[in-house]
């Protein structure tokens, strides 16, 4: 059978597991898929009683979620988590796998070149690139096939702004990473696609975007829709990529950032 058709699990509630789903576009993330039709396992890192949120606002919906703590800088405990999954899906849904993975969970630094600190570097590679290989490598028998991987990248990958260049060299790395991934995973039919956001009132960061009156309203006025993004803008993006319709889009990079720096 091609892997890349439809199978009869098709017809299974597909469960989608959300790296950082605490909060934020990954909160909004899991609120768009359970709207669709998902059940979601969210991970946190020190927000458990956001976390806890997010599965209370799920499970009004009418869906089930769960959220299991993992610190994605942490490559150590990957196996663990892996464990605590499976574990999870056995209990909760009698279910070997699951069917989506969103790389979502990030940390911003803001710092010049001449002042980025060897520290801050080495924190967003263990998040944002380290953390995604590995975690993607640790997970992927748990995944079934003609499953879907989004990882999230930034506009800054695109255009350069003073302040961002190793945070925008990480999310370059993350999009080369998709496209060998898709490449990789083909034969299994798992698609793999990059979304990359514009500035986002969020608290990522330190919520700069959505508190600082005058950066917003700059931001706003180099974007083509004259507004900043929501959370919600992008949750729906990266929702949309994991459903039926969506399924040949693959090794691409989404960019959703309302026409920023055209």
């Known amino acids: 059978m091609n892997p890349t058709t439809p199978t009869a699990s098709a017809a299974v509630t597909p469960i989608a597991l959300i790296t950082g789903g605490s909060r934020g576009l990954g909160r909004a993330t899991a609120l768009h898929l359970t709207s669709l039709g998902s059940d979601v396992v969210l991970t946190y890192r020190s927000q458990q009683v956001e976390a806890q949120a997010a599965v209370a606002q799920i499970e009004a919906q009418g869906r089930r979620a769960v959220a299991l703590p993992l610190d994605v800088a942490d490559s150590r405990g990957f196996p663990a988590f892996a464990a605590t999954l499976r574990d999870t899906l ?54 079934a096939d ?74 706003a006025s180099q974007t083509a829709l004259g507004r900043v993004g929501q959370p919600d803008d992008i949750g729906g993006v990266v929702a949309s990529l994991l459903q039926p319709g969506n399924r040949w889009i693959n090794a691409q990079r989404i960019e959703a950032s309302g026409g920023m720096f055209l």
């Open 146 to 219: 003609g499953g879907r991987i989004v990882n999230l990248s930034s506009g800054l990958a695109r255009f350069a702004l003073p302040g961002y260049a190793a945070y925008g060299a990480m999310k370059g790395a993350v999009e080369v990473l998709t496209r060998y991934l898709a490449k990789e995973l083909g034969p299994r039919g798992i698609a793999v696609n990059v979304v990359a956001p514009g500035a986002i009132e969020t608290d990522f960061g330190g919520g700069a975007v959505r508190d600082n009156a005058q950066l917003n309203a700059v931001i």
């Open 90 to 143: 056995a209990r909760h849904w009698q279910r070997e796998r699951f069917d989506h993975l969103v790389n979502n969970a990030g940390v911003g630094v803001h710092a010049s070149f001449m002042e980025t600190t060897e520290a801050q570097f080495d924190e967003l590679v263990n998040v944002h690139l380290k953390g995604v290989f590995f975690l993607t490598q640790q997970l992927l028998p748990l995944m």
